[in-house]
């Protein structure tokens, strides 16, 4: 089983989330755990409109974050979802964090209980 967690490595809780997940994979061999850094490493428009269409703009975009908060009046009037693209992609961190994939699922923010759930719905148990 393959999990992806999704963020930037100075994030208190993507620290958390990826310490909890490494720790997870340590009693579990089927478990192989993927970190992706959204500043080094963008996210494709593929990737970031196939999440809004599971998750919506509001599950997936911060609208609380410092980086949200420095945005012009008119970058924060996301009409669609090209224009919440193109904003993630230029401002990364906008994104709700960690975002974990796991198969097609995806979670956002770190919740232990429901990622275990994930991972357990994954494995059968």
Same mark, same amino acid.
């Given at each position: 089983m393959q999990?992806?967690?999704? *963020?930037?490595?100075?994030?208190?809780?993507?620290?958390?989330?990826?310490?909890?997940?490494?720790?997870? $994979? /340590? +009693?579990?061999?089927d478990l192989s755990i993927d970190f992706h850094d959204v500043r080094t490493q963008p996210l494709t428009a593929v990737?970031?409109?196939?999440?809004?269409?599971?998750? *919506?703009r509001d599950n997936l975009i911060n609208k609380r974050s410092s980086s949200w908060r420095q945005l012009s009046? $008119? /970058? +924060?009037?996301l009409g669609n979802d090209a224009d919440a693209i193109a904003l993630l992609q230029q401002f990364p961190t906008l994104m709700?964090?960690?975002?974990?994939?796991?198969?097609?699922?995806l979670?956002?923010?770190?919740?232990?209980?429901?990622?275990?759930?994930?991972?357990?719905?994954?494995?059968?148990?």
């Open positions: 999990a992806t967690i999704y *963020g930037i490595p100075n994030c208190d809780t993507v620290r958390k989330a990826r310490n909890w997940l490494e720790q997870v $994979a /340590q +009693q579990r061999t990737t970031l409109q196939q999440w809004l269409e599971q998750l *919506g009046t $008119a /970058q +924060q009037q709700k964090r960690p975002l974990l994939a796991l198969n097609q699922h979670a956002v923010g770190f919740d232990s209980q429901h990622w275990q759930a994930l991972l357990d719905q994954h494995d059968g148990g």
